[in-house]
């Protein structure tokens, strides 16, 4: 099975299963957060990556692939050979049509001749017949001589039928014998099509492990807490809070989050690898304690700049969502995920998936969509909590945990692994979730 077909399958049971929403969370505003429910979402992830076949299975399929494709080639340039030879002059084909019409115009001419002979012979009985004096005798000759041209006539003519009949044959040989041909080479250009589509995708799939086959490995490194409000108006702004932790045993230097949100499409529509889900991104903005202003994020900006992190220390950052106004009414999930690089050139992508499901409410005809604060306008910064006293570089970051839970999977345990590929499927960045390795920085 291909990787890529094995995540867009976590896309679609993702996008199609029920989940249980979660609970409503206070903004940063608001004083020190209690602490969540911190129980790490479940999923698949492992099933699937029990699937995930082998750099060295994926070569060995790129050797087979490119063997078909070759022999496909092969097969087609024969095929092709094979259908330019039937015009060459010496197939035996061609040489049977030039036979059958030099017997044609042999026969043809034959006939010519006895109808011509005919035609004098029935003249020449006229003439016998118009004499007054004409003999009993001549009259009988010219009768023999009339019936004799009729018998090499009819002769003549069923010659000629049985040339042109043999020509037909020879041209219907040589007719048959391209579309047959021709067929043959039709299907050759398919099987190479195919070949070629199919080693192309063997190469991607290569590629695409060796890519997230990288040296930034996932690991649990870095916790996240997402939480929001169960329910979302369409054309109206709702914030939904996200905590990052650093739960290794040192401090990582530089940490940055990543969140989506996506309209859910409806149970009952169809959701495999080729939906497109661009239509469906809701646009989120972020604001932190060193970064006030709402920053949209974006497939050009698309990470949130978490920064220096110490062990054990967290970073709260205000994640604002708004649903489209012409949006219907339906469900939307929002989901984020974490990584970190350090000087030493080490880095890693977190473990953590989680994903904050929720109604949309379609707006009301009478409302007006609430205004997007311009995002030149700051954003009051939220209380730096002091936690335990330990502290990253970062303001307002400690291991305090974020108040809300982490979304509930319920039946749908493929959820936060599908959506964050979808996710990143939907904003063009040439790979899913999984498969972003960032290079790390000495001064990053």
Same mark, same amino acid.
């Given at each position: 099975m291909k990787i890529r077909r094995i995540l867009a399958t976590a896309v679609a049971a993702a996008?199609?299963?029920?989940?249980?929403?979660?609970?409503?969370?206070?903004?940063?505003?608001?004083?020190?957060?209690?602490?969540?429910?911190?129980?790490?979402?479940?999923?698949?992830?492992?099933?699937?990556?029990?699937?995930?076949?082998?750099?060295?299975?994926?070569?060995?399929?790129?050797?087979?692939?490119?063997?078909?494709?070759?022999?496909?080639?092969?097969?087609?340039?024969?095929?092709?050979?094979?259908?330019?030879v039937l015009d060459k002059a010496d197939h035996p084909l061609q040489a049977k049509i030039s036979d059958a019409t030099k017997a044609v115009d042999a026969a043809a001419a034959a006939k010519t001749a006895a109808d011509d002979k005919l035609a004098k012979a029935v003249q020449a009985e006229k003439d016998v017949l118009a004499k007054p004096d004409a003999t009993e005798q001549e009259k009988a000759d010219a009768a023999a001589a009339v019936?004799?041209?009729?018998?090499?006539?009819?002769?003549?003519?069923?010659?000629?039928?049985?040339?042109?009949?043999?020509?037909?044959?020879?041209?219907?040989?040589?007719?048959?014998?391209?579309?047959?041909?021709?067929?043959?080479? #039709?299907?050759a250009e398919k099987v190479e099509k195919t070949t070629k589509r199919e080693l192309?995708?063997?190469?991607?799939?290569?590629?695409?492990?060796?890519?997230?086959?990288?040296?930034c490995k996932e690991d649990d490194a870095l916790e996240i807490a997402l939480s929001g409000p169960k329910t979302?108006?369409?054309? #109206?702004?709702?914030?939904?809070?996200?905590?990052?932790?650093?739960?290794?045993?040192?401090?990582?230097?530089?940490?940055?989050?990543?969140?989506?949100?996506?309209?859910?499409?409806?149970?009952?529509?169809?959701?495999?690898e080729e939906t497109v889900l661009a239509g469906r991104l809701i646009p989120i903005e972020w604001s932190s304690p060193d970064v006030l202003e709402w920053?949209?994020?974006?497939? #050009?900006?698309?990470?949130?700049?978490?920064?220096?992190l110490a062990k054990g220390?967290?970073?709260?950052?205000?994640?604002?969502?708004?649903?489209?106004?012409?949006?219907?009414?339906g469900r939307g999930v929002a989901f984020a995920y974490a990584e970190y690089e350090n000087k030493d050139g080490s880095c890693?992508?977190?473990?953590?998936?989680?994903?904050?499901?929720?109604?949309i409410v379609a707006a009301d005809k009478g409302d007006k969509p609430t205004p997007t604060p311009s995002t030149s306008t700051p954003t009051p910064a939220p209380s730096a909590t002091a936690g335990n006293g330990t502290t990253s570089q970062q303001g307002g970051s400690s291991r305090t945990p974020v108040n809300g839970t982490l979304a509930a999977t319920g039946a749908n345990d493929t959820l936060p692994l599908g959506l964050a590929a979808a996710g990143a499927v939907a904003?063009?960045?040439?790979?899913?979730?999984?498969a972003r390795r960032r290079k790390a920085g000495a001064d990053a």
């Open positions: 996008v199609t299963t029920p989940v249980v929403f979660l609970s409503a969370a206070p903004a940063f505003a608001d004083t020190k957060p209690t602490a969540p429910q911190s129980q790490k979402p479940t999923s698949h992830e492992d099933d699937i990556d029990d699937e995930m076949p082998s750099i060295e299975e994926l070569k060995a399929a790129v050797a087979v692939a490119q063997k078909a494709y070759d022999e496909a080639v092969a097969d087609l340039a024969a095929a092709k050979a094979d259908l330019k019936t004799t041209a009729k018998t090499a006539a009819a002769e003549a003519a069923t010659l000629k039928k049985t040339a042109d009949d043999e020509a037909v044959k020879a041209f219907k040989a040589l007719f048959d014998a391209k579309e047959a041909a021709t067929r043959v080479v #039709k299907l192309a995708d063997a190469k991607e799939e290569l590629k695409f492990a060796e890519e997230i086959a990288g040296e979302v108006t369409a054309g #109206k702004p709702a914030v939904f809070s996200l905590r990052v932790t650093n739960t290794s045993d040192r401090t990582l230097d530089v940490v940055d989050a990543f969140a989506n949100a996506v309209r859910l499409p409806a149970p009952d529509e169809e959701v495999d920053t949209p994020i974006t497939d #050009k900006y698309e990470s949130i700049e978490v920064g220096k220390a967290s970073y709260d950052v205000k994640l604002r969502i708004t649903v489209d106004a012409k949006a219907p009414a890693g992508i977190g473990s953590d998936y989680p994903d904050a499901d929720f109604a904003l063009g960045a040439g790979a899913l979730v999984v």
